[in-house]
């Protein structure tokens, strides 16, 4: 779990409409995911993803 940093415009679960999530809400799953992309929680960023790179091709 997390805690926002500023207010966050998202779907928590379990709802099916976006709504606004104060500062200070403890948010966590895809949520704490998208705030921390974002940048609207406080602490390490989310890791950034790196781009899987082909096989060497050997013996063609």
């Not at 415009?9 to 104060?22: Q, T």
């Not at 995911?33 to 013996?59: M, S, W, Y």
């Amino acid at each position: 779990m997390a805690k926002l940093t500023k207010d966050f415009y998202a779907v928590p679960k379990g709802k099916i409409h976006p709504e606004w999530l104060k500062a200070g809400s403890e948010v966590s799953g895809a949520v704490e995911v998208e705030a921390r992309a974002a940048g609207a929680v406080a602490g390490k960023a989310a890791p950034a993803t790196k781009a899987a790179t082909p096989p060497e091709n050997k013996g063609a």
